[in-house]
């Protein structure tokens, strides 16, 4: 059974940093590509960051990049989103995914979702 597990979401104030990490289960975690996703209550669902399954590439939207970080262990079988400078724009339930291909990104799985708050 694929799982995926998000954890490391919270309250920080704006300026702070955040890691969060997604632990997978059930498939050959090297193989796939991983991907973040947020969603704030009352809004769209969207791209924050994607990475290879080896990765070696990553892809950021426009509104984290330069301040957020994605990577993944394959050896743990966990990636990581490294969140720094944040802002309350940034508060949203935070989800990641994994798929075959890297881009366009493939999301054939989900976690749950952690929400993290960024208060002002």
């Known amino acids: 059974q694929v799982q995926l597990v998000e954890s490391g979401g919270g309250l920080v104030q704006a300026g702070g940093s955040l890691r969060l990490a997604c632990a997978a289960s059930g498939y050959t975690f090297s193989n796939y590509a991983m991907g973040w996703f947020r969603q704030a209550p009352g809004k769209e669902r969207e791209f924050v960051a994607a990475i290879s399954s080896n990765g070696d590439n990553t892809y950021y939207g426009d509104s984290v990049k330069g301040r957020f970080t994605i990577s993944k262990d394959n050896a743990k079988n966990t990636g990581y989103l490294q969140m720094n400078r944040l802002k309350p724009e940034d508060t949203a339930v935070y989800y990641c995914?994994?798929?075959?291909?890297?881009?366009?990104?493939?999301?054939?799985?989900w976690g749950q979702g952690t929400q993290v708050t960024v208060s002002s």
């Open positions: 995914t994994a798929g075959r291909r890297f881009l366009p990104l493939e999301s054939d799985y």
